[in-house]
């Protein structure tokens, strides 16, 4: 009768020490960025053995797509499908977008700054983010002119968001304001 409680009880500790990997990971590529994160460093901060984390995670893509996987999981991006219809949806969009970049400023610079060089950096952040960019556009930019639907689609990217909030110091809400206003006019 003790064999399904320890079998049990080394699932749980298996799980425990794949979560505190991904952990280390992300974590990581917060930091470092995940091109720039090697396995030693993340066996290192998860305090394991490189073996063990290999055990877990054969190759670079299964942790990135672990790490990107728990990074959604615990913040979504937003959905659009939250945004009120009308004439305050792109204001709606565009906090909830930016306001969820301030969140996960320091991971996402990694991220993006990574997927310039590093193609599965680019690869899994295509998987895990593109999609729900491209509904951010579709949502947001419905009621635009293709002039406008260009500017929208820089002002709904993260460097758009960075420029604005960090390097321009604007608050939130006359970040969104400043894009509204880049998008709205610049008409064909």
Request: net charge neutral.
């Amino acid at each position: 009768m003790a064999r399904p409680y320890a079998l049990k009880r080394r699932a749980e500790q298996q799980a425990e020490t794949r979560l505190r990997i991904v952990e280390a990971a992300v974590a990581l590529h917060g930091s470092v960025g995940p091109a720039r994160t090697t396995y030693s460093m993340v066996a290192e901060a998860a305090g394991v053995q490189r073996h063990t984390l290999y055990a877990h995670f054969p190759d670079e893509r299964s942790l990135l797509l672990a790490c990107s996987s728990l990074a959604v999981e615990r913040d979504p991006p937003p959905e659009p499908a939250n945004w009120p219809e009308g004439p305050d949806r792109l204001r709606a969009g565009l906090d909830a977008v930016y306001a969820w970049y301030r969140r996960n400023e320091a991971l996402s610079g990694c991220v993006l700054r990574d997927a310039e060089v590093h193609d599965l950096t680019r690869e899994v952040s295509e998987l895990r983010l593109g999609p729900t960019a491209r509904r951010w556009q579709e949502s947001l930019g419905a009621p635009l002119d293709p002039v406008q639907r260009a500017v929208l689609r820089v002002m709904l990217g993260f460097p758009a968001w960075r420029s604005l909030a960090r390097d321009s110091g604007l608050a939130p809400e006359q970040a969104v304001a400043a894009a509204i206003r880049a998008i709205e006019g610049s008409v064909a």
